[in-house]
């Protein structure tokens, strides 16, 4: 694993350069801030709304209504320890309302935060005219280095029925509707459609789930995502792996979906579809030919440095296809940005964290065990379930598991996966200790707090080595 992530003292050139970053999602507004921070004059061109997808319609919306139903079920789901709900009930028009106030709170906060680093917001679609022209409709720029974060979009795949489908959402679509659907299908094991589909299902939908892969989240841990595919299942998801969406009818009551499994057809009967099998790359209308930028399938190449062929150019998020996440998008435009002034600074996808939120939370950051193997490396495994955690068990999480990858020879940490209450904030650890290249033994003499989940993680370093105190060792 490259372990380069270096930021390098940035030295401007003599006077103040000017950045063009062509879209305002996590990517390009991260980017035009940190320019901004190091002397640049910036403009940054948004043909929606400042926030992108992530923002507006994505992450930050997904988990204020994550929120709403985690409450929800938490609220009517705990007698087992002694609280008893009488007369919980949804207000769906308030749960809405909350999700808009998030949206509205973050948009506005980083439209100040442009502000304050005297960032220029240009509202528009942006088209090159040439080398570092940018027209956006009669108006003409031009600047010393141009940052690209042009995001992505829903992709829909050819199925039959499925376009002229009144039935059919997108996520931003889904995230709005008036009411909560009796029944959902979700096209697509992603995290988007998890996600979604846990929301929905917490407040009483009857969710389906087609993915046309063997397993959901396929670039995750494959140990750990059969354990989530099963908790799901438990939890009253109907999951179906190995399949695909062959055609959509209308009814009047929703849409008749006819589903090709591993053991037939099977046709649904649902009142809303879910459309999450993927995104591609928003560059079509960018006129990337005439500013001289390699494309590859739509996605812009660059290099770790986030630079294009063309010297000065750059590229950040979801349009260059590195990792579609929105801190993965942060990261480039922070690298992107730092070295348009000067900087030599790298973006290495192997130490981003992925996630996903779907009750326990899961996360894992480096090697999977199928990349390890698949790369041939000479590795150790350790795994401890959170059944073994003292704040899993008082919490009613002991259903999920944590596994660490190490070096067999140097004992360096590789991958670290967790599937267990707040994964998504103890990544932030293991990604430090591969940042770091780590050895398990420095990792597991920190002390951790007790009782926290952070404790298992230790422990599960410890039990690469069979050293693990709460839990057998065997040989």
């Excluded at 999700?99 to 005297?118: D, I």
């Excluded at 294009?308 to 260059?320: E, N, Q």
Aim: glycine residues 12%.
């Amino acid at each position: 694993m490259d372990m380069q992530f270096e930021t390098i003292p940035v030295s401007s050139p003599a006077g103040p350069a000017s950045v063009l970053v062509i879209g305002g999602g996590p990517g390009g507004y991260v980017a035009a801030i940190r320019a901004a921070q190091l002397g640049a004059s910036v403009t940054l061109i948004e043909k929606d709304k400042l926030g992108g997808t992530c923002l507006n319609r994505g992450c930050m919306p997904t988990k204020a209504m994550l929120h709403s139903s985690e409450i929800y079920e938490a609220a009517t789901s705990s007698a087992a320890i002694g609280i008893v709900g009488s007369g919980v009930a949804v207000d769906w028009e308030k749960v809405q309302a909350f999700r808009a106030s998030v949206v509205e709170k973050l948009t506005s906060g980083v439209k100040m935060l442009c502000k304050v680093n005297k960032v220029k917001l240009v509202e528009g679609e942006a088209v090159f005219t040439g080398p570092k022209t940018v027209a956006v409709g009669a108006e003409t720029y031009t600047a010393d280095k141009i940052i690209l974060a042009a995001g992505s979009y829903p992709i829909i795949p050819d199925i039959p029925g499925l376009k002229e489908s009144k039935a059919v959402l997108d996520s931003t679509a889904c995230l709005a509707l008036d009411h909560i659907p009796e029944s959902l299908l979700v096209i697509g094991g992603g995290v988007i459609g998890l996600e979604l589909g846990s929301v929905y299902r917490r407040f009483g939908a009857r969710v389906t789930v087609v993915e046309r892969m063997p397993r959901l989240l396929p670039l995750m841990d494959g140990e750990l995502t059969g354990l989530l595919q099963a908790k799901l299942r438990g939890e009253g998801m109907d999951i179906l792996t190995d399949s695909q969406v062959a055609s959509v009818e209308d009814t009047d009551r929703g849409a008749r979906v006819t589903v090709r499994t591993p053991e037939g057809e099977k046709v649904l009967g649902v009142e809303k579809i879910l459309l999450c099998v993927g995104r591609g790359p928003a560059t079509a209308g960018l006129g990337l030919d005439k500013a001289g930028v390699a494309v590859e399938e739509g996605f812009i190449r660059t290099d770790d440095r986030m630079e294009t062929r063309v010297p000065g150019v750059y590229a950040v998020g979801d349009c260059t296809g590195k990792q579609m996440l929105a801190h993965a998008a942060m990261a480039m435009g922070e690298c992107a940005a730092e070295n348009a002034m000067g900087g030599d600074r790298r973006f290495d996808p192997d130490l981003c964290p992925s996630c996903a939120y779907v009750g326990p939370e899961f996360a894992g950051v480096g090697f999977t065990e199928e990349r390890a193997r698949e790369l041939g490396l000479d590795y150790k495994v350790g795994k401890f379930p959170t059944g073994g955690n003292g704040r899993s068990l008082v919490a009613g999480h002991t259903d999920g598991l944590i596994k660490i990858l190490s070096g067999s020879r140097y004992g360096e940490i590789l991958g670290v996966h967790i599937l267990a209450p707040n994964a998504t904030e103890l990544i932030g650890e293991a990604a430090l200790a591969i940042r770091l290249e780590a050895t398990l033994e420095e990792f597991t003499s920190t002390i951790r707090c007790h009782p926290t989940v952070a404790e298992a993680v230790r422990e599960c370093a410890l039990a690469v080595d069979k050293k693990a105190i709460h839990i057998p060792n065997r040989k």
